[in-house]
T-cell receptor, first 113, second 113 residues
Framework: KQEVTQIPAALSVPEGENLVLNCSFT??????LQWFRQDPGKGLTSLLL?????REQTSGRLNASLDKSSGRSTLYIAASQPGDSATYLC????????????FGKGTKLTVNP | SAVISQKPSRDICQRGTSLTIQCQVD?????MFWYRQQPGQSLTLIAT?????????ESGFVIDKFPISRPNLTFSTLTVSNMSPEDSSIYLC??????????FGQGTRLTVV
């Protein structure tokens, strides 16, 4: 059964810092991995999708990497801003190819001005 | 991408009543997914809604409690029946195209009193 773990559960940093969020998953036979952002009480915004054949994806100040063999992904946020404060969720399919997703519990990020 | 509209965005309901949540997608999709996010927890898949067939429920979720309709390829509803305070959660609708990026509605924040 696919399980997703995110570390740390919460992170507080001063504005301008670079930071790394970690995600690990137990079944490495995945087609893709997706990172989401969730603001309090709101829905999910897709940040980055990494296909299994890719090692990393970049969007603006965000960079996500994927190491399927070790079952790990990282989300790197450069030059953090207070507007980056949110919960970041990592999700993978339960097995192989599936449109369903299994989510980690998320990392709650607070960027202090 | 896909634009998903979910209604209502929030509601406060009396225990023992039912609430129907609507999800509208801006384009046709084969499968739509309903997730639940309990307070302080991550997302858990409730069921997969296919047009023209019965929804497929995940372990721990039953049709009598969470009936789903899927009348066409752009619309679905989830009903939370005979509600109790334990049903207080954010309910989210999601779609994906093939084994690619998943998109979510803005969620319905339900409080049962």
């Amino acid at each position: 059964k696919q399980e997703v773990t995110q570390i740390p559960a919460a992170l507080s940093v001063p504005e301008g810092e670079n930071l790394v969020l970690n995600c690990s998953f137990t079944d490495s036979a995945i087609y893709n991995l997706q990172w989401f952002r969730q603001d309090p009480g709101k829905g999910l915004t897709s940040l980055l999708l990494i296909q299994s054949s890719q090692r990393e994806q970049t969007s603006g100040r965000l960079n996500a990497s994927l190491d399927k063999s070790s079952g790990r992904s990282t989300l790197y946020i450069a030059a953090s801003q207070p507007g980056d404060s949110a919960t970041y969720l990592c999700a993978v399919p339960p097995q192989g190819g599936s449109e369903k997703l299994v989510f980690g519990k998320g990392t709650k990020l607070t960027v202090n001005p | 991408s896909a634009v998903i509209s979910q209604k209502p965005s929030r509601d406060i309901c009396q225990r023992g009543t039912s609430l129907t949540i609507q999800c509208q997608v801006d384009s046709q999709v084969t499968m739509m997914f309903w997730y639940r996010q309990q307070p302080g927890q991550s997302l858990t898949l409730i069921a997969t809604a296919n047009q023209g067939s019965e929804a497929t429920y995940e372990s721990g979720f039953v049709i009598d409690k969470f009936p789903i309709s899927r009348p066409n390829l752009t619309f679905s509803t989830l009903t939370v029946s005979n509600m109790s305070p334990e049903d207080s959660s954010i309910y989210l609708c999601s779609v994906a195209r093939g084994y690619t990026e998943a998109f979510f509605g803005q969620g319905t924040r339900l409080t049962v009193v």
